[in-house]
């Protein structure tokens, strides 16, 4: 039996199609997890589940569709169950707040946070049922530090974090754990423009106390803690993975006279 204890655990996570979402993929199939790959883009999902073996499948789903989770989680629980539901999918429409349609906010918000309750409603019915479960929420260090520019993306990602909380509250007596993880400045192919220009790649790394940008294994190696049964006793927290990125802010205050 491996550290974490995860193997035959069934696995869903969502957005399995992209940088981070691909990573989680490969990280829980390799401690023997059965993973049932979630996106809207199945051409993305079909490679990587034939590459992950052990039993993996990929489902069609676009997670701002409540009734297309259903359907999903309908399919998983024929075929077992999930013990383990990894949110992850999320998106991006940059925007100023003084000028952001509604229809750009609504989208943001029906993926990165109705998505997230939708899916755990879907897939938290069979671990209720079978008395014990994990969710782990991909969130963002955003949630706690307002990203400009960005729309409703930070609200949705603060959003996510007193999500995870309320479930692991309200789930906990019935042996559903809900925690989050914070990620930082990633290394994806979504930011992949930006560290091409060596100039903004060292600007960005020198702003991070451990001086490099995290790759998508950083987050996926605390989602398999947080999911394990190493975490058992771990509920409602949020564990911040940016590699000290978020405790520099005195740092950038002026100090005359200091080193």
């Given at each position: 039996?491996?550290?974490?204890?995860?193997?035959?655990?069934?696995?869903?996570?969502?957005?399995?199609?992209?940088?981070?979402?691909?990573?989680?993929?490969?990280?829980?199939?390799?401690?023997?997890?059965?993973?049932v790959a979630l996106d809207r883009d199945t051409e993305r999902t079909a490679p990587l589940v034939a590459d992950l073996g052990g039993g993996a499948f990929a489902l069609g789903c676009d997670l701002s569709r409540a009734d297309e989770i259903a359907a999903a989680a309908e399919k998983v629980e024929a075929a077992g169950g999930a013990d383990i539901l990894v949110n992850n999918a999320g998106i991006l429409r940059p925007g100023l707040?003084?000028?952001?349609?509604?229809?750009?906010?609504?989208?943001?918000?029906?993926?990165?946070?109705?998505?997230?309750?939708?899916?755990?409603?879907?897939?938290?019915?069979?671990?209720?049922?079978?008395?014990?479960?994990?969710?782990?929420?991909?969130?963002?260090?955003?949630?706690?530090?307002?990203?400009?520019?960005?729309?409703?993306?930070?609200?949705?990602?603060?959003?996510?974090?007193?999500?995870?909380?309320?479930?692991?509250?309200?789930?906990?007596?019935?042996?559903?754990?809900?925690?989050?993880?914070?990620?930082?400045?990633?290394?994806?192919?979504?930011?992949?423009?930006?560290?091409?220009?060596?100039?903004?790649?060292?600007?960005?790394?020198?702003?991070?106390?451990?001086?490099?940008?995290?790759?998508?294994?950083?987050?996926?190696?605390?989602?398999?803690?947080?999911?394990?049964?190493?975490?058992?006793?771990?509920?409602?927290?949020?564990?911040?993975?940016?590699?000290?990125?978020?405790?520099?802010?005195?740092?950038?205050?002026?100090?005359?006279?200091?080193?």
């Amino acid at each position: 039996m491996s550290w974490l204890g995860l193997a035959g655990k069934t696995v869903v996570v969502t957005g399995a199609g992209g940088g981070i979402g691909q990573t989680l993929a490969r990280a829980f199939a390799e401690q023997g997890a059965r993973v049932v790959a979630l996106d809207r883009d199945t051409e993305r999902t079909a490679p990587l589940v034939a590459d992950l073996g052990g039993g993996a499948f990929a489902l069609g789903c676009d997670l701002s569709r409540a009734d297309e989770i259903a359907a999903a989680a309908e399919k998983v629980e024929a075929a077992g169950g999930a013990d383990i539901l990894v949110n992850n999918a999320g998106i991006l429409r940059p925007g100023l707040l003084e000028s952001i349609s509604e229809v750009d906010w609504s989208a943001m918000l029906a993926v990165n946070l109705n998505g997230y309750l939708a899916a755990a409603q879907a897939f938290g019915r069979g671990m209720m049922a079978r008395g014990q479960g994990a969710l782990v929420h991909v969130a963002s260090i955003s949630g706690s530090h307002p990203q400009p520019a960005s729309g409703a993306y930070s609200a949705s990602k603060a959003a996510i974090l007193m999500l995870s909380r309320q479930l692991a509250y309200e789930w906990g007596p019935m042996g559903i754990r809900s925690n989050t993880l914070s990620p930082g400045l990633v290394r994806t192919p979504m930011s992949e423009p930006f560290y091409r220009d060596a100039q903004v790649k060292a600007q960005r790394e020198q702003m991070v106390p451990l001086r490099r940008i995290a790759t998508p294994q950083d987050m996926a190696d605390v989602a398999l803690f947080l999911a394990s049964s190493r975490a058992s006793y771990i509920s409602g927290q949020d564990i911040v993975v940016d590699g000290g990125l978020s405790q520099s802010l005195m740092g950038l205050v002026p100090r005359p006279g200091y080193a």
